[in-house]
């Protein structure tokens, strides 16, 4: 009896991924039957802007004739998460190697609560941060036209994710047997050749996990950019521009829609692409991290 | 010898997964004395010790074939409580495992979860345990301490206390005295002489000085099987087999 | 030195660079904070009501609704949390399929962005549960909208991987041998359960109830679509009412301020209380952790 209440009561992960699912898409049923106001073909293909122009991508949710495209939403995205990437993975990558290679004990003991402090930060926090000292300081250096944009989000959103991609990275190379290290040293190898060429390529597929973990967490982070980006939702491939995301989209606009409406509809659509896409990313990482561990004689 | 075994084996196998850890094992154990199973490791002697009070129903994978007679009732059967066999057959490990509880608090774990209240009753039982283990001297000032904090030998008396505080009339031992100095196994192999007057002990030991000083009876296994048994004299000193002799001479293990 | 010595220490040179550039960065974001928030911050602040459209006053009913609305999340998560860890670690068989897909789906819970636990507490708890209690109530509308249960509701499934995993780790380092002995003495599965292997677990459980307070009350994406308030006059009366909350006060003074100059000390303090919050949770759990690991392995 006891048994089976506790049994039952695990479940609870489970019951929580299943409501998700059904209750996000419960919202934006309206888009996947497509027998709305709006369906894949609104969202996604070129559509008649203003009379005698090409059709185009607009994302213009309240007006006469909403316009509803996800292309510069995704775009936005897409841009917005790029910059974080290919900021915060070197910095995490080399720091992870420094705490498992590199550094003495005590100093490694001390580092990993000092990230842990770091990834503790609300992301409202940093996006204060990003809007207050961050922009203008990017907007001085770079000469920038504009104090918010894909580039000053993608800097704070950096911020956000090196913890996550330096503790999962860390965890991989330090599951990296010392006997690998022994061997690589034994033969005259330096630390940093050991390093590079021992010990990272051992990990690598925990490493590679590390920055798809990253990159599924910058791809739903708010507040971040809905704070620092600009939030206008133009096509563009520029870094300097204001941008719009999908996550920032639905926290900025879900307190102004008709509940039930197209537009809600739509909104929870966003949420379900993130959702799927996340989970995906979850999934790949998951998948390579048992490679690792597999592979260092660990068990999974 | 006594009329009636204690407990009675029959027909014994153990299987882990595909791996046979006893084979057809016969075998009886004498009321009130002390039986010794030795043999090298691996050879199955854990696994028969703990297929006595149904540990290794706790090991996944682990199964079983013929019967355990306990006062001639089968300890596997249907109408036997696992919880209840386990107070009447007692266990005390290989490694001392106190709680990271108060000394007193450990001997009286097994008193408190069979439902005993009683303080007055509770104290005294604790004591006598205590006493029983030769331990009572050493600790009677500081029985609110934590039981980490006594010595590795002392440990082990603790879980041997904590082990006889529910009474039971079996007594099974996993190298107790393995991990410890030889002073506090002298005192631990002493308290097993006065411990089988009141009850039946089996005990596992790789230590074949020690089977001779305390055991009245030796069982010698081999890769899973019983190659002979008998009285702990006659066994040492006349076996009837040469690998028990060759055993017991030192000529492998 | 040879040249690939050189280069060897270079390149670990850079790394500890990479960590220097974080610790940096820590105390760039703390500095800040303290810097512009410190001389506004005084039990005034923490306890009076913003005035003059946040320009003037303090922080109480953010402060006041953020300690209520975790408060609901942790009675909420520990329970189901804690159960879950027992199953996955104690009652699941070894090799059992139900509790692997019971590890991936906590696995990705804790991937979900917390915009999306927005949406399904919109979704779920708002618009599903809500509106039928009110049709069930007699129609007034009072559950069918946003407000303080079911934001900490939301935030109660957004924590919950950070429960069931701090949880199971703890009780997966409370010794086997433990379990034995006390099985050994004729104990059930569940007095060993109580008396032996939770009370071995309490560090660790309260760890992961630490880290889910800290997280739950960092958290703005999710209280944004399911009851947060730009502002209120009054103290939330019920589990319906609407709240004010530390993390949506500093979204909206930075963003929708009328006044940026009057706001913005307020802003830099109320940053600065957030932060304050977050890293002493974080420390004590931290410090807890390490103590117990200690005691382990002595």
Known sequence: ?300 | MSAQPKVKVRRLSIHYRDKTAVKNLDLDIAERQVLALIGPSGCGKSTFLRALNRMNDLIPGARQEGEVLLDGQDINGREIDVVDLRRRVGMVFQKSNPFPKSIFENVAFGLRIAGLRDKAELTARVEASLHHAALWDEVKDRLAESALSLSGGQQQRLCIARALAIEPEVVLMDEPASALDPLSTAKIEELMHELKSRYTIVIVTHNMQQAARVSDQTAFFYMGELIEVGSTAHLFTNPGVKRTEDYVTGKFG | ?298
């Not at chain 1, 939702?233 to 204001?242: E, F, H, K, Q």
């Not at chain 3, 830099?268 to 117990?292: C, E, G, P, Q």
Request: positive net charge; hydrophobic residues 55%; charged residues 10%.
């Open chain 1, 1 to 300: 009896m006891i048994a089976l209440t506790i049994q039952a009561v695990g479940l609870s992960g489970i019951a929580a991924v299943l409501l998700i699912v059904i209750f996000v898409g419960r919202e934006a049923l309206p888009i996947l039957r497509g027998d709305g106001e709006a369906g894949f073909d609104t969202l996604f293909l070129p559509q008649p802007l203003r009379p005698g122009k090409p059709p185009g991508f607009m994302w213009q949710p309240v007006g006469e004739v909403p316009k509803l495209s996800m292309i510069p939403l995704l775009l936005g995205t897409l841009k917005v998460t790029l910059v974080a990437m290919v900021v915060a993975v070197p910095v995490a990558l080399a720091a992870a190697l420094f705490t498992s290679e590199f550094a003495p004990r005590r100093l490694r003991e001390l580092l990993k609560p000092v990230i842990e402090l770091l990834a503790s930060i609300p992301s409202v926090v940093l996006g204060f941060f990003a809007l207050m000292t961050l922009a203008g300081w990017a907007q001085s250096t770079f000469g920038l036209p504009s104090r918010l944009s894909a580039l000053v989000a993608g800097l704070a959103m950096a911020i956000a994710i090196v913890p996550v991609v330096f503790t999962v990275a860390e965890d991989a190379l330090t599951a990296v047997p010392r006997s690998y290290r022994e061997a690589s040293l034994a033969l005259g190898a330096t630390p940093w050749e050991t390093a590079w060429r021992v010990v990272l390529p051992a990990a690598a597929p925990g490493v590679f996990a590390a920055c798809v973990l990253g990159f599924g967490r910058a791809i739903g982070e708010t507040m971040i950019v809905l704070m620092a980006s600009g939030n206008a939702a133009i096509v563009s491939l520029s870094l300097s521009d204001s941008t719009r995301t999908m996550s920032a989209t639905i926290a900025a606009e879900m307190g102004e829609v008709v509940f039930g409406g197209t537009h809600w509809s739509v909104l929870f659509f966003i949420g379900l692409q993130l959702f799927a896409l996340t989970l995906a990313l979850n999934w790949v990482a998951g998948a390579f991290v048992r490679r690792t561990l597999r592979r260092l004689g660990g068990t999974a």
């Open chain 3, 1 to 298: 030195m040879s040249p690939r010595q050189t280069r060897s220490k270079l390149f670990s040179g850079l790394t500890g660079v990479a960590v220097a550039l974080l610790v940096g960065i820590l105390l760039v974001i703390v500095g800040d904070a303290v810097r512009g928030g410190w001389t506004r911050l005084s039990w005034e602040f923490l306890s009076t009501a913003p005035q003059e459209g946040m320009t003037a006053g303090g922080i109480f009913p953010a402060l006041w609704g953020t300690t209520v609305l975790t408060l609901l999340m942790t009675i909420a998560v520990m329970p189901v949390g804690v159960i879950t860890a027992i199953y996955l670690s104690e009652y699941a068989p070894e090799g059992s399929r139900l509790a692997a897909v019971v590890r991936v789906a906590v696995q990705n819970l804790a991937g979900v962005p917390s915009v999306v636990f927005g949406l399904f507490g919109l979704g779920f708890f708002v618009r599903f549960v809500g509106e039928r209690m009110d049709a069930a109530l007699g129609g007034e509308l009072k559950w069918g909208q946003p407000g303080l249960l079911w934001a900490s509701l939301t935030l109660a499934v957004l924590t919950l991987p950070v429960v069931i995993v701090a949880t199971e780790e703890a009780l997966r380092t409370v010794p086997a041998d433990l379990r034995s002995a006390s099985l050994a003495l004729g104990a059930t599965k569940s007095q060993t359960l109580w008396r032996v292997v939770l009370p071995g677990a309490v560090p660790g459980i309260l760890t992961g109830a630490i880290l889910a307070v800290s997280r739950g009350a960092g958290e703005v994406a999710p209280i944004l679509l399911t009851g947060a308030a730009y502002y209120l006059p009054d103290l939330p009366r019920s589990l319906s009412s609407q709240f004010m909350h530390l993390g949506y006060h500093t979204y909206v003074m930075a963003t929708q301020s009328p006044d940026v100059d009057a706001t913005r000390p307020l802003l830099y303090a109320t940053v600065l209380v957030l932060l304050a919050l977050t890293f002493t949770l974080n420390l004590v759990a931290i410090v807890i952790r390490s103590r117990s690991r200690k005691l382990a392995s002595s």
